[in-house]
Structure formats: C-alpha cells, structure tokens
C-alpha cells in the first residue's frame, strides 16, 4: 500500500493590512503582501506516474484545500468546472473536472473531516484539562451545539 499525504501548510497566503494613521483619517490604503511558497504539499512517496483520473482526484483535492483555506462557500464552487474549461481549454483534467459545491461538500467533510478529529484528539490527549460547553436551548428548530474549548 502506498503512503501519500494532502498536507496544507500554516505558511500565510495574500493579505491585506491597513495602516493604522490613514484608517484615522478615513482613508485606508490596503497592501498586498504575497508569500510564493505554496500552502498545499503533496507528498508522494512513490515514483510511478499518475493515472488521468488521480490527477483529476488530486486536482479536485487541490480545490477543496484552497476553498477551506482561503475561506470561500462552497456556492463559489457553482461554475469552477466550466471556468477552469475556459481557463485551460488545452487541458483534458480541466475538461473533466466536475466538483461543484455538492461534492466539495463531501470531499472537505469525508475527505478531510477523519484527519481533523485525530488532530483534534491529539490536541485533547497533550491538554492539561479541557472543558466541554453545551448549547441547551429551548427552542425546538434549533440545532444542539457541542463546542470543545482545549
């Protein structure tokens, strides 16, 4: 079995800063600091090439990490595969790419959600104490909240 790993790294992407004299005087001015390195690695311990559909997977991957990281809803996954089509139009991955936000839904919390609850149990294992708060309201329509405060 081979062993391979979606990592995203905690290395800061694009963001804005306002200073603090012009935001006093009603006028911001944002500037863009950029950092090159990327904030998805994948690691892949074996040699062998890629099948067309792992790279489909993987790209799909790639977008799921970049919708969770950056922050984006999943109904901006609407019409990414038809723009990732016109973006790309010499690109057979691009072509078959179909994850729009039902999928991405799927992907980030199926995918993705067994690797966080270990991360969460890792941090709960190494806490000194822990406290568990639990949302008990009365009204019926509302869903029960279980909040873990490490």
């Not at 790309?88 to 919390?109: E, T």
Request: hydrophobic share 35%; aromatic share 8%.
């Amino acid at each position: 079995m081979e062993s391979r790993q979606l990592i995203s790294s905690t290395t800061s992407l694009p963001s804005t800063s306002i200073n603090s004299t012009e935001k006093q005087s009603s006028h911001t001015n944002s500037s863009i600091s950029t950092n090159k390195s990327s904030f998805v690695v994948l690691n892949n311990n074996t040699d062998r090439a890629l099948t067309h559909d792992e790279k489909g997977t993987r790209a799909e991957c790639y977008w799921a990490m970049a919708t969770i990281h950056l922050g984006f809803s999943y109904a901006s996954s609407k019409n990414i595969p038809e723009l990732f089509t016109l973006m790309f139009p010499d690109s057979k991955i691009a072509a078959d790419y179909a994850m729009k936000h039902r999928k991405l839904s799927y992907v980030i919390s199926h995918g993705t959600g067994h690797f966080f609850i270990r991360e969460l149990v890792k941090d709960v294992n190494k806490a000194p104490s822990y406290s568990l708060l639990f949302d008990e309201t009365t009204i019926v329509g509302v869903r029960k909240q279980l909040d873990l405060h490490i």
